[in-house]
């Protein structure tokens, strides 16, 4: 008996074990797909996981959930992206499905079901990570919905800047949370909430630790914006000026007034160019994207924009570089337009300057001096970034003895 009974405890063991593989090694097979630009053959290997009897429902929303991001992200496809989500939520209603389908909905300007979602991660998360990423989902919809309104819900902006105040409090400087603070505070006209997130997000703890390249923008902000209500023009032209010059353009545009006409064409340059750059990315990564038609249409918007500032392009023959050389002085532009390690295909860096610092090193025996550049608040910062969703980044870039940094990453 007991070899009889040690026998089936065996054959148990190596049952589970040869379940288990299987389907490590088509996940890895997705993964390894996907990473070598293979949609279609990282898909057909999800698939395969969603029919197999092997697997968890676990693993099973997770397919359905992979499946629903990338039908998304690189196909705009909304209803088969709903679809899987509907079939990731049957298998496993976790936080992490609640705040994709919270995404796509708002994706897809359905602000009232993407709030219902982020809601729905909220109360169902498990852990602190969990329930801050589905208050950051639910905040970054509340402003989408309110950005654009005649009159901001009041109940729902509230609710997302105690969300977004509760994140910073468990983690202080979270980027994200403070970047969406500043425009809830926008929306709320609430000057003590936009400094909150201001400094967060530049980790300013006090006046001795803003760095020299940002402090006209901290002197400016920090005396007008704790009693600032946005009923005062001269004080909004202020606040929209120290806003741009801190590059957070999106927030600028929404204080500016209309005499200020060169942060509103600047900010709409951004928005446009976003979405040409993603719309060129999504076709990038369905291998049907037409290099030259982008870079034409990129450099069209480029010269619109020298146009409507009132700005010469020279004489010589315009390129992506000469337009950074003339934007960054103003705006503080910054980037390059280079080819795709992954595809021999154009991508784009287009970020801010947010700091400047200079340093002697003294290596080998040689002394010199490097210039280090922090760029932020990217519009784009290539496509390995986008495809990957940051899993892969572009951390800098170097000409000469200046070092760009890419910082925030968001």
């Known amino acids: 008996m007991k070899k009889v009974a040690l026998s089936i405890i065996l054959l148990l063991i190596s049952a589970r074990i040869s379940i288990a593989v299987p389907i490590n090694l088509l996940w890895d097979k997705a993964e390894q797909a996907f990473f070598n630009y293979d949609l279609s053959g990282s898909a057909a290997a999800i698939r ?26 690189f196909f705009n496809d909304y209803t088969l992206a709903k679809k899987h989500m509907d079939s990731a939520l049957s298998a496993t209603a976790t936080p992490e499905n609640y705040i994709l389908l919270s995404d796509i ?87 003590a909430l936009i400094l909150s997130g201001w400094n967060a997000y530049f980790h300013f703890s006090g006046p001795q630790t803003v760095w020299t390249y940002q402090q006209a923008n901290a002197d400016t902000l920090s005396s007008i914006l704790p009693q600032w209500t ?56 369905r291998k049907q994207a037409n290099d030259s038609l982008f870079e034409k249409q990129l450099l069209q918007s480029c010269t619109k924009l020298l146009q409507q500032l009132h700005l010469s392009a020279g004489t010589q023959a315009f390129t992506y570089d000469a337009f950074l050389e003339i934007m960054a002085p103003r705006f503080g532009t910054s980037g390059f337009l280079g080819v795709s390690s992954g595809f021999s295909s154009k991508e784009i860096c287009l970020g801010h300057i947010v700091n400047i610092t200079h340093k002697e090193v003294l290596q080998y025996g040689y002394k010199g001096a490097l210039t280090f550049i922090e760029v932020d608040l990217m519009t784009s ?30």
Request: hydrophobic share 40%.
């Open 48 to 73: 395969e996981i969603i029919h197999s009897p092997q697997t968890t429902q676990e693993d099973r929303a997770k397919a359905f959930r992979t499946l629903a991001k990338r039908d998304w992200q």
């Open 381 to 410: 910062n290539g496509f390995t970034g986008w495809f990957t969703d940051g899993k892969s980044r572009n951390g800098g870039w170097s000409v000469n003895d200046t070092i760009y940094q890419v910082e925030k990453l968001i």
């Open 230 to 285: 946005g009923r005062n023009s001269s004080q909004n032209v202020q606040v929209a000026r120290a806003l741009a010059g801190s590059r957070f353009y999106e927030y600028a545009a929404m204080v500016a007034t209309p005499a200020q006409q060169d942060i509103l064409h600047y900010a709409a340059f951004l928005r446009q160019t976003g979405k040409q750059i993603t719309h060129y990315y999504q076709q990038l990564a």
């Open 105 to 191: 909905e708002a994706g897809a300007t359905h602000y009232s079901a993407s709030l219902i979602a982020a809601e729905k991660a909220l109360s169902s998360a498990r852990s602190s990570a969990e329930w801050q990423s589905a208050a950051l989902c639910y905040a970054h919809t509340a402003f989408l919905q309110n950005s654009t309104a005649p009159k901001p819900h009041t109940a729902t902006v509230d609710k997302a800047a105690r969300l977004l105040q509760s994140v910073l409090e468990q983690m202080p400087g979270h980027p994200e949370a403070a970047r969406q603070l500043i425009g809830i505070g926008i929306l709320k006209k609430d000057g």
